[in-house]
T-cell receptor, first 115, second 115 residues
């Protein structure tokens, strides 16, 4: 089955700097890779996702890149702000009961942006 | 307002008691999921349902039970057989029950504490 590894587990940056979080996956058939942001005590919120037919996707200060050959995808946050401080999760499709409809999540990265 | 609601936000249970967590969605989504979140563990899948009156076990189903009698509702019961139930429980839903992965939308979560 799919295995998703996420690094680093914690990341501290100065406000205005960039932050990069990387995830690797094991199943070459995986075709959908979302990123979620979770603030303390709340449910995860989707911030960006990418499908395997593109290599990069941007949304203002957030971008995701996908390298299918190396089986890894990364979240890039530019011009970080204190409100970007949260836990970020990556995910990839997992097979359950013959269906690829579920997601396997990484263990999360706690991002701290220092003013 | 469309979305996923979970209740209660906080729940306290005595050892040996069963407790039911509520999850409701008005997004007209076919698939619903329950995850457990522990510090440093990421999200682990307990149960999922792709259609009414059908559900499947995830990675950590032991000690839990679910039902899916209505499309919009997917309650989770934490039974006394669950050895370590104290955790943050998250419900999610996605539009498609087809074979490809789809965006999952999360509720705000229920924090269960066993006294």
């Amino acid at each position: 089955g799919e295995n998703v590894e996420q690094h680093p587990s914690t990341l501290s940056v100065q406000e205005g700097d960039s932050a990069v979080i990387k995830c690797t996956y094991s199943d070459s058939a995986s075709n959908y890779f979302p990123w979620y942001k979770q603030e303390l005590g709340k449910g995860p919120q989707l911030i960006i996702d990418i499908r395997s037919n593109v290599g990069e996707k941007k949304d203002q200060r957030i971008a995701v890149t996908l390298n299918k050959t190396a089986k890894h995808f990364s979240l890039h946050i530019t011009e970080t702000q204190p409100e970007d401080s949260a836990v970020y999760f990556c995910a990839a499709p997992g097979y359950y009961g013959g269906s690829q409809g579920n997601l396997i999540f990484g263990k999360g990265t706690k991002l701290s942006v220092k003013p | 307002d469309g979305g996923i609601t979970q209740s209660p936000k906080y729940l306290f249970r005595k050892e040996g008691q069963n407790v039911t967590l509520s999850c409701e969605q008005n997004l007209n989504h076919d698939a619903m999921y329950w995850y457990r979140q522990d510090p440093g563990q990421g999200l682990r899948l307990i149960y999922y349902s792709q259609i009414v009156n059908d559900f499947q076990k995830g990675d950590i189903a032991e000690g839990y039970s679910v039902s899916r009698e209505k499309k919009e509702s997917f309650p989770l019961t934490v039974t006394s057989a669950q050895k370590n139930p104290t955790a943050f429980y998250l419900c999610a839903s996605s539009m498609s029950r087809l074979a490809t992965a789809d965006t999952q939308y999360f509720g705000p979560g229920t924090r269960l504490t066993v006294l």
